[in-house]
């Protein structure tokens, strides 16, 4: 009887966490998303689906939900909640799509797209934080998600062309082999200006050999990370 008293204890509390975390997903999803504007039923339900606190530093575990970036190590950050929604409903995402994402990050935003799409390819150039995202994906179970190590700035050649292309770091300019990697009619949504400043999301769209860019809001993210030659 010793041992299930403990036990019985520690269901209890998993129970209890779990369903808090769900109504501060709720909330967020709520207040922070939807007030905003976000309408994509997909993505509203995949902010709920996704466990945010499970892609934050133990220590920021208590603010996963609030209504901003948190730190994630190595200069890198994870998106505001209403950032990454806003972003990946600027996409149009539909069941049959594949995504490439530059700067997975600690995968949080593969993670949002894995329910919506059919497949997510993802690439971080920080060895550490790619390897952990790779592993924290797969241990949750986020089966068509790929994630590598490399410079973003070159794509992924080999999986694509691809319906849309998610840029999680701030550039001067949209990367040329990029726009070549997006299909025809295909999305990019990319942060555009200089580094610690603000920027401006812009929607890239391709038709044929040429692009159309619309601004959309300001924003601030981290740099484009480039491989040291």
Known sequence: MNGVIPCLLFLFFVSFFQEDYKEKREGMVKLQIEKRGVKDAAVLNAMRQVKRHLFVPSSSIPDAYNDGPLPIGYGQTISQPYIVAYMTEAIKPKPEYKVLEIGTGSGYQAAVLSPIVKEVYTIEIV???GT???NR?????YKNVQAKIGDGYYGWKEHGPYDAIVVTAATEYVPPPLLEQLKDGGRMIIPIGSPFMTQTLMLV????????TKSLLPVMFVP???EKK
Not at 137 to 141: E, F, S, T, W
Not at 205 to 212: S, V, Y
């Open 127 to 129: 060895p550490q934080l």
């Open 132 to 134: 952990a995202a790779a």
């Open 137 to 141: 994906l797969k241990k949750l179970g």
């Open 205 to 212: 769209e391709k038709k044929g050999k040429k692009a159309t």
């Open 224 to 226: 484009f990370t480039r």
